[in-house]
């Protein structure tokens, strides 16, 4: 076995992981806790308090220290992976003043900042206008710059949950590169901060400069792990903290997508399909590829939003009764639902099903749907209708991808 040991933090939108590597990637250990992953106190919100990830990333790393103590203390380095497009306020002192907006929230400002003429003129030539109106609308900072002017006014840093544990842990407010993929001002292209003031970015999210972290490339130092970090979350004082990326991108790499050759499919609350590419690809027109993991390359992405979630909606509303049968049987309930699958012929007898549970950016009015019904449906039939409607759409997402590098 190696003695050296690498422990990495996931933290998604419904649960946290704590887990053990070797230097060769074998994993040694793991710890997972699941939480609510939102609260919503009005129809459409969507908020979670940040304590809540960090009080949970403190126990799974004490359970993850308790279960392998014997390798704990040869750990050389920790590295953190978040969900993505949920920001944080900070204030100077580094509190937070106010719950996380997450990604699917879907609360919109009424007021925004204009763009000048020439702008205006330039996004209507491209077809882009109400796109970048929905974009703009859809930015949290401007939501609380309207609705919470004190709370905006007391911000002193804006960021996403990965900057926030890396604060938490070292001290130090700043973030990788590659995990900027939320409603901020960042060139994607470029991979920084828009460097002139007059760029629309700075227009289109509303947040200021002086707000935002000092970037790193991933796989450079952020920071050593604090004495107080240490006793709280058991990770030995002075480990270095590794700068990381986003969960998708993590995971792209983990599949092993090094390149345009192959993609890496994501069954995750939102569903994508991503692949690696030194060329950046846009491949939806006028929408970003975003940071690799890896240095020098780009992930371009199509995702279905609430692509996977839509099998915790279908549980939630239609399968009570597997639910009930797989806590009687100590098993999840998809497991009972995945041998439903096999009832059923591919096409589901007919039953289609059109993922658009959440409109995207470029279909803002698109509605879901289910249609086909027959007297041979069942509640089996939906359960694969779905499972194809959400594949059918990533495998659609591929095909972008591949239209959009052979014009490269």
Not at 164 to 170: E, G
Not at 213 to 241: D, F
Not at 360 to 381: E, M, N, Q
Request: charged share 25%; hydrophobic share 35%.
């Amino acid at each position: 076995m190696s003695d050296k040991f690498v422990l990495t933090i996931d933290c998604g939108t419904q649960s946290i992981r704590a887990l053990i590597f070797d230097k060769d990637g074998i994993l040694i250990g793991k710890k997972k806790r699941e939480f609510e992953p939102y609260f919503s106190n009005y129809p459409g919100w969507a908020e979670q308090t940040p304590e809540v990830y960090w009080d949970n990333l403190c126990v799974v790393c004490k359970e993850l220290k308790e279960e392998c103590s014997d390798i704990w203390q040869k750990i050389e380095a920790v590295v953190v992976t978040t969900l993505r497009d949920t920001c944080i306020n900070l204030d100077k002192d580094g509190n937070v003043l106010r719950p996380a907006i997450l990604w699917l929230d879907q609360r919109i400002a009424d007021k925004v900042n204009e763009f000048s003429n020439i702008e205006n003129l330039a996004f209507r030539t491209i077809g882009m206008k109400d796109a970048i109106t929905i974009s703009q609308k859809k930015g949290k900072a401007y939501w609380i710059r309207q609705h919470e002017p004190e709370i905006w006014k007391k911000t002193h840093k804006y960021v996403l949950i990965s900057a926030y544990f890396h604060f938490k842990l070292t001290g130090r407010i700043v973030d990788s590169i590659a995990n900027q993929i939320a409603h901020i001002p960042f060139d994607y292209k470029n991979k920084c901060w828009p460097k002139s003031n007059r760029s629309y970015r700075w227009t289109l999210f509303g947040v200021e400069r002086e707000k935002l972290p000092l970037l790193v490339n991933p796989g450079e130092i952020i920071g050593k792990i604090t004495k107080e970090a240490a006793e709280l979350t058991g990770i030995r004082a002075g480990v270095t903290l590794i700068a990381g990326a986003s969960d998708k991108g993590c995971e792209t790499l983990g599949n092993g997508c090094l390149n345009e050759e192959s993609a890496s499919i994501s069954f995750g609350t939102t569903a994508t399909v991503q692949t690696t590419s030194k060329k950046y690809i846009e491949p939806i027109k006028f929408m970003p590829s975003y940071p690799s993991a890896m240095q020098g390359y780009y992930n371009p992405e199509v995702e279905i939003f609430r692509g996977y979630w839509m099998i915790s909606w279908f549980k939630k509303e239609f399968s009570m009764r597997e639910m009930q049968e797989a806590l009687k049987k100590g098993i999840p309930p998809e497991t009972l639902l995945n041998e439903r699958l096999d009832e059923i012929p591919p096409g589901s007898h007919g039953l289609l099903l059109q993922p658009y549970w959440g409109p995207g950016l470029k279909t803002p009015d698109a509605k879901g749907a289910i249609i086909g019904f027959g007297d041979v449906h069942t509640r089996a039939h939906m359960y694969r209708a779905i499972i194809e409607g959400i594949n059918y759409a990533l495998l659609e997402g591929i095909e972008k991808i591949e239209k959009n590098r052979a014009k490269k």
